[in-house]
């Protein structure tokens, strides 16, 4: 049940805040360094290569690594690439430490659903899913809103945002929860095979991706430019990230 996975839960909420930290904190500094909107737009293209560049690669690797030690090196690299982009503030850099952030966060996000999903009985797996999803998106929402307190400026935010996946990673290890171990990788058919299979569910992914890419990288910039402050802007992206809550509430309240 959902008690069970309270754990998961836990940990997807912290790592969520982490999440929806780091995204408007990039995106709004580069812009406060004088950075192009297309610079910017590159920027945050890099953590979706990331994503890309992992996604594949990742049914194999928990065959062979296995769940857990695979989660302890996703949250690692993002726990420590986020305060590098303080210590090392050069663009070029910074379009890689986004490629990593993509490679952590990917092995994250995946890893805890595949938790949530193995873990549930067939009639509860879509309910624990939504329970799942909003919590996610609740740490997305209150991420926004400690950079909104905290600002863009300091050395703080960024150690926060490194410190904030430790303890998500300290959540499931102090309960010892662990999720199930995986014997198989499952369903070898590559990407276009799969988005063949079900067209209508890959599709609204991409759409549901591009749009959550835009607005978490984009609409923060677009924000200043009509002259509201940093901190009223990450705000704004709350209000988005709490859209996502309540309709994430509403399916598993029904």
Do not use: K
Not at 199 to 206: F, R, Y
């Amino acid at each position: 049940g959902v008690v069970a996975l309270l754990p998961v839960h836990a940990a997807a909420a912290v790592f969520g805040l982490a999440y929806g930290l780091s995204a408007p904190l990039i995106s709004l500094a580069l812009h406060e360094r004088g950075i192009t909107e297309s610079v910017i737009g590159a920027n945050a293209a890099m953590y979706a290569l990331g994503v890309l560049a992992m996604a594949p690669r990742l049914p194999g690797s928990i065959t062979r690594w296995g769940s857990w030690p695979l989660l302890v090196f996703g949250v690692l690299v993002v726990a420590l690439t986020l305060p590098l982009f303080w210590l090392l503030p050069w663009i070029g850099v910074w379009f890689v430490l986004r490629f990593l952030l993509g490679v952590g966060s990917e092995t994250v996000m995946v890893l805890t659903e595949t938790w949530v999903s193995s873990s549930s009985e067939e009639a509860r797996r879509s309910t624990n899913i939504a329970v799942y999803t909003a919590r996610l998106s609740a740490g997305f929402a209150i991420g926004r809103g400690i950079l909104s307190v905290l600002g863009t400026h300091s050395w703080v935010t960024y150690a926060v945002g490194g410190v904030l996946p430790l303890i998500a990673l300290g959540v499931p290890a102090a309960g010892r929860a662990r999720p199930r171990a995986v014997t198989e990788s499952g369903d070898s058919r590559g990407l276009l095979a799969l988005a063949a299979a079900a067209p209508l569910a890959m599709a609204g992914t991409a759409l549901n991706a591009a749009l959550e890419a835009a607005g978490l990288s984009m609409l923060p910039i677009y924000a200043v430019q009509q002259g509201w402050s940093p901190a009223s802007a990450s705000l704004l992206i709350s209000t988005l990230m709490l859209g996502v809550w309540m309709t994430a509430v509403s399916l598993f309240s029904r």
